[in-house]
Every structure is written in C-alpha cells, then in structure tokens.
C-alpha cells in the first residue's frame, strides 16, 4: 500500500505559473505509474497528467498540453506537476494518484485503474 500527500499548489493569478508535489510513503514508489488529476465543482475528476515507472513516457491531457510538466524524482518518492500560464479554467481539486503496473515503460490513463489518492489540493486562479 501507499500512502500520498500532495502539497504545493494554492492560490494564483491568470498566466502565472504554481508548482505541486506529491509524497507516497509505504511500497517502493518506482513500481507505481503516477498521475494528476482534477476535479472542479460540478464535473467529473478528469486526467490532467501521468508518468510511467521511470519517467521515460509521459501523456498530457489536451486542455494542459505546452503548459503543464509532470516529473517524478524516484529517489525522493515524490512526483511534480509544473503548472504554467495557469487560465481560471484550470481551477480545480487536483489529486495524485498511484497505479501498480509491471511495465516501466507503462502510461495508465483510465481513472479506476488507479488504486491509491492522495486527499487532494485545491488550485484556484484568478482572472
């Protein structure tokens, strides 16, 4: 099991930029695909972001796509999602989240294939 906290992320202005973490403690961090997703007030959690074991593939959501950056540092059990030219739009609960997969070079981009959470940190822009 892992357990992820995710922290970093709060208030910002339109095309600013914000920077958030997530820390898993419990099993080895590299044998998880790691992902951000987010949800805002009234629509469904979507993927934002996600990262396969050791970081050689990544896949980015269209709406993030040039402005977001997902990173992991497997060393520091810590994954990173460098948010830049934020819009209001991109106001939303983000979350991490851990996925065990036995590939390393795997991406997972379905949402239940996703087994722990982190609780979640709002990231709200202002226009």
């Known amino acids: 099991q892992v357990h992820l906290v995710e922290s970093g992320v709060g208030l910002v202005q339109a095309v600013g930029s914000l920077r958030a973490s997530c820390a898993a403690s419990?099993?080895?961090?590299?044998?998880?695909?790691m992902g951000w997703f987010r949800q805002a007030p009234g629509k469904e959690r979507e993927l934002v972001a996600t990262i396969s074991r050791n970081g050689g593939n990544t896949y980015y959501a269209d709406s993030v796509k040039g402005r977001f950056s997902i990173s992991r540092d497997n060393a520091k059990n810590t994954v990173y999602l460098q948010m830049n030219s934020l819009k209001p739009e991109d106001t939303a609960v983000y979350y991490c989240a851990a996925a065990a997969v036995s590939m390393i070079g795997t991406i997972v981009k379905k949402i239940y294939k996703y087994d722990y959470w982190g609780q979640g940190t709002q990231v709200t822009v202002s226009s």
């Open positions: 419990g099993r080895s961090f590299s044998i998880y695909v």
